[in-house]
């Protein structure tokens, strides 16, 4: 059987290891590698790097895994590892992806893909003058509960899309008296933290692939607890945005209102809901959960204050069926980007799509400084690769 070798850069952070490491490149080395559109099947050697050698080495021990080095321009030169993976924190990602383009490396990256939406275009520029295939993760579009909701939307149970509302967030601790369950530089916007470049970019590929483009946003981005306690115990000011409150408007007419929140405690079946209204039928949608409820199974309440309505709306919902077994996301994408670079399937998440997300982040965060409505001018790398920002904003 043949493998192919992946640098995975930041793999000792939570996303890295949890995600991408365990649950995907290792998940797929078990299964005997990945199957290609042939019936052959390609393994996976995964290639470990970070900054300290000692967590680098007791995760390969801890995984029975060869191959560590805390030197990523060695590995970047080594033949033997023709896919890049990047997890570092957003401000270290765009210079190492610099060094794996000017490589020849296969890319598949995190989001966001740069700091800001020129940069991102930087990097899809010279990914696409250099020839080299990229990725970057869309893992939400891989949840079952989304799956699901592709499945009405391609049915067209809908009818005419109405509206998009989603809902999501949790409360993280102050670390003060409970430790906080994400990492103090989240919070710091000098560190590349904030709520709006965390969750931004995931709801751009979300908006764009399931109802529309985004055409417009206005957003209001705050920071509710201004002061923290980071991992050492210490307390910090939080200068990034922990809440983020906005209004879409998308191609076709739909408008999706979404809220993004680290200080609201849950109260719904899962930490992210979105409800979508349309003339023939409605949905509510997490990350496993659809529930449907058609027109012509659709209660009429009435609008009446001064009595106790007694009517249980959630008995009207029914459960959308799997009918097939979903696996982990961020591995169904991973396999999808294996057989882009062994064998060119199609993979559509490329860094354009990143830079789309980058842009949302930069005109949602633009639109809360100033107050308004911003329009999204359409990216394109233009002719010859050249990366271009065209239109006009408002």
Request: charged share 25%; hydrophobic share 40%; glycine share 10%.
């Amino acid at each position: 059987m043949s493998s192919i070798g992946i640098i995975m850069n930041g793999v000792s952070g939570r996303m890295g290891y949890r995600q991408h490491l365990v649950r995907s490149i290792l998940a797929i080395r078990e299964q005997g590698g990945v199957e290609l559109s042939d019936g052959r099947r390609v393994q996976v050697e995964p290639l470990l790097v970070g900054r300290n050698e000692e967590k680098l080495a007791e995760l390969a021990r801890r995984h029975d895994l060869q191959h560590f080095t805390t030197d990523l321009d060695a590995a970047l030169a080594d033949d033997r590892w023709p896919i890049y993976a990047d997890f570092l924190v957003t401000k270290a990602r765009a210079s190492a992806i610099r060094k794996a383009i000017a490589a020849g490396k296969a890319i598949y990256t995190e989001k966001p893909t740069a700091e800001s939406v020129e940069e991102a275009l930087e990097l899809a520029r010279l990914a696409a003058d250099a020839g080299i295939k990229n990725g970057v993760v869309h893992d939400k579009l891989y949840l079952p509960g989304l799956r699901k909701l592709k499945r009405l939307i391609d049915s067209g149970f809908f009818g005419r899309i109405l509206s998009v509302r989603g809902e999501f967030g949790y409360w993280v601790f102050e670390g003060d008296w409970q430790a906080a369950q994400r990492p103090s530089w989240n919070y710091r916007a000098e560190d590349g933290g904030g709520i709006v470049v965390d969750m931004f970019p995931h709801w751009s590929y979300v908006l764009e692939n399931l109802f529309g483009g985004v055409r417009s946003v206005y957003a209001q981005a705050v920071t509710e607890i201004p002061q923290r306690v980071d991992e050492q115990g210490l307390p910090y000011a939080a200068t990034a945005d922990d809440a983020a409150y906005a209004i879409f408007e998308l191609e076709g007419g739909v408008t999706a209102q979404l809220n993004s929140s680290w200080t609201t405690r849950v109260n719904r079946d899962e930490l992210v809901e979105f409800q979508v209204d349309g003339t023939h039928g409605s949905a509510v949608v997490g990350l496993f959960g659809c529930k449907i409820q058609p027109r012509n199974a659709t209660p009429k309440p009435v609008w009446n204050p001064d009595l106790a309505d007694e009517h249980d709306y959630a008995a009207d919902w029914i459960e959308s069926p799997a009918n097939e077994v979903f696996e982990n996301g961020f591995k169904t994408q991973w396999e999808q980007f294996l057989r882009h670079v062994i064998e060119d399937a199609p993979h559509p998440y490329d860094f354009l799509a990143g830079a789309r997300g980058v842009q949302l982040a930069e005109e949602g965060l633009r639109s809360s400084r100033e107050g308004r409505r911003v329009e999204l001018a359409p990216l394109s790398l233009g002719e010859l690769g050249t990366a271009q920002l065209t239109g006009a904003r408002a």
